[in-house]
């Protein structure tokens, strides 16, 4: 079993930028890394994985060419950075991981999850 602590959300105007963490307890080139996206009344949906080695990114539509997801696997650590922020990016972000080879993008393929770090974007 892995525990994954998330950090770096907060408050920022729109136009912005933030950096998310997320530190494993264990080794993490074990597991694909995923992070995940949930506002209030919707459904907790994609935003990016990362394959174990790091060498393969999938991203939403919705933050293509905006967010980067990447990972240090010496600290056990995966990133996503996210920039021209947008209102509707304001959401409870996850950090997930899964036993696989194959980086999925559904929820239910994610064996692990963090508590959460809010990030809330103004106009």
């Known amino acids: 079993q892995v525990q994954l602590v998330e950090s770096g959300g907060g408050l920022v105007q729109a136009g912005g930028s933030l950096r998310l963490s997320c530190a494993a307890s264990?080794?993490?080139?074990?597991?694909?890394m995923g992070w995940f996206r949930q506002a209030p009344g919707t459904e907790r949906e994609f935003v990016a994985a990362?394959?174990?080695?790091?060498?393969?990114?999938y991203s939403a539509d919705s933050v293509k060419g905006r967010f980067t997801i990447a990972r240090d696997n010496a600290k056990n650590t995966v990133y996503l950075q996210m920039n021209s922020l947008k209102p509707e990016d304001t959401a409870v972000y996850y950090c997930?991981?899964?036993?696989?080879?194959?980086?999925?993008?559904?929820?239910?393929?994610?064996?692990?999850w963090g508590q959460g770090t809010q990030v809330t974007v103004s106009s």
């Open positions: 997930a991981a899964e036993r696989g080879n194959v980086v999925h993008t559904t929820t239910l393929r994610y064996d692990y």
């Open positions: 264990r080794t993490s080139s074990s597991y694909v």
């Open positions: 990362i394959s174990r080695s790091g060498g393969r990114t």
